[in-house]
T-cell receptor, first 114, second 111 residues
């Protein structure tokens, strides 16, 4: 089956702009989570969406937001970009209501803010 | 979610068995132990998951003692392509959507 698909793979934006990243989960997975990875902070949880509702949220400012559509596809948006937002943004999908399953990650979107 | 502690880095040579130990003293009754592997500029990839005793799959084994306060990921006969960062995570069932990653263990396999 197809894996988690993230688009675009690479993105260059200017400070102050906004950006939207997209994630298509594995078919049948209703939970989509977003993570930010930087060399300094490592992998950090941004938020999780389940059935179009935000279920968990990490410790990020309100400039970071997301949404999930009825087909489970998800988008995350970052407004008023800062240089520190340069990172690899990863999306993961999972079946959240079972204890013995795993999260499947996409290849990520590499965002560079200049 | 229980905090985990694992070595920052490890070195090995091709063909050797590598054991990476993770401490999770505050593991809860409902928590599972899961290991992920990550290559540079890629998303983490699930390796193995267990609750107690020993779990084995085609790529690794996971040893969990009776008190479950630690676990050991065992990679048999590593190759250069096993050079990666390995993360140990502990969380209750249903927490796959809210994974808390530590710093991980950077494994370097040398020829």
């Amino acid at each position: 089956k197809a894996g988690v698909t993230q688009t675009p793979r690479y993105l260059i934006k200017t400070r102050g702009q906004q950006v939207t990243l997209s994630c298509s989960p594995i078919s049948g997975h209703r939970s989509v989570s977003w993570y930010q990875q930087t060399p300094g902070q490592g992998l950090q949880f941004l938020f999780e969406y389940f059935s179009e509702t935000q279920r968990n949220k990490g410790n990020f400012p309100g400039r970071f937001s997301g949404r999930q559509f009825s087909n489970s596809r998800s988008e995350m948006n970052v407004s008023t970009l800062e240089l520190g937002d340069s990172a690899l943004y990863l999306c993961a999908s999972s079946l959240p209501d079972r204890g013995d399953t795993e999260a499947f990650f996409g290849q990520g979107t590499r965002l560079t803010v200049v | 979610l229980a905090k985990t502690t694992q070595p920052i880095s490890m070195d090995s040579y091709e063909g050797q068995e590598v054991n990476i130990t993770c401490s999770h003293n505050n593991i809860a009754t409902n928590d599972y132990i899961t290991w992920y592997q990550q290559f540079p500029s890629q998303g983490p990839r699930f390796i193995i998951q267990g609750y107690k005793t020993k779990v084995t799959n085609e790529v690794a084994s996971l040893f969990i003692p009776a008190d479950r306060k630690s676990s050991t990921l065992s990679l048999p006969r590593v190759s250069l392509s096993d050079t990666a960062v390995y993360y140990c995570l502990v969380g209750e069932g249903g927490s796959q959507g809210n994974l808390i990653f530590g710093k991980g263990t950077k494994l370097s396999v040398k020829p």
